[in-house]
């Protein structure tokens, strides 16, 4: 998968590095920490992961990874400067989006797009509730309510993404730089606006 637009054409971070890059700029500081315990951290990926994800942002000039039995990494770049320069990286969350006429019962469901950009920002809310689960619960959930979300038109829209938002969720929202990966390519020019405000939540 490419980001378009770049001149030398990148290739996008995979959704575990995504991941791990947002979890530290926003949740915790993962700089000097070994790869063991960023593994109980992250909650849903292996020290294999971890590792391939260190490797990934090495590769790429973001970090160092130091230790030979304690492996940790050491980043390169921190806050807003990190950010920007991963943003070429960094891709949508979103994998696939349905709807929904009854409200969807999911014990990790997040609140998501519009919905969420209206907490965020100045921009008001629309009618329709967007919230944002993992593929994971979604599959679990789809099994236990036996529900029929349609890839069109209803009350409310699930997005499934490639990462699990409730790890990075701050008061039920989706974390401000998830969300500005979902409308980073939108030509709005409110939504644009609401993305640098989305920035400010941020404490770099």
Same mark, same amino acid.
């Given at each position: ?38 593994? &109980?951290? %992250?909650? *849903?990926? $292996? #020290?294999?992961?971890?590792?391939? /994800?260190?490797?990934?942002?090495? @590769? ?60 965020? &920002?100045? %921009?008001? *809310?629309? $009618? #329709?509730?967007?919230?944002?689960? /993992?593929?994971?619960?979604?599959? @679990? ?64």
């Amino acid at each position: 998968e490419f980001v378009t637009g770049q001149v030398n054409m990148k290739k996008s971070f995979s959704p575990a590095t995504q991941f791990l890059l947002l979890y530290h700029l926003q949740i915790n500081s993962l700089d000097d920490i070994p790869f063991g315990k960023i593994a &109980s951290l %992250l909650l *849903e990926y $292996s #020290l294999m992961t971890v590792n391939r /994800s260190a490797k990934e942002l090495e @590769n790429n000039g973001f970090c160092n990874i130091e230790g030979n039995k304690l492996k940790k990494i050491r980043f390169s770049k921190f806050g807003i400067d990190l950010w920007n320069a991963a943003l070429p990286f960094l891709t949508s969350p979103i994998k696939r989006k349905y709807y929904l006429n009854e409200f969807p019962h999911f014990d990790a469901m997040i609140k998501s797009g519009d919905t969420a950009l209206s907490h965020y &920002s100045s %921009l008001n *809310e629309g $009618s #329709l509730k967007y919230f944002a689960v /993992s593929g994971r619960n979604f599959i @679990n959930k789809r099994n236990e309510y036996n529900f029929s979300p349609t890839p069109f038109g209803g009350s409310f829209c699930i997005e499934v993404w490639k990462y699990n938002p409730a790890l990075l969720n701050i008061k039920n929202v989706v974390d401000p730089l998830s969300l500005y990966l979902c409308y980073k390519d939108d030509s709005d020019e409110r939504v644009q606006n609401s993305l640098q405000q989305i920035l400010g939540y941020v404490k770099w």
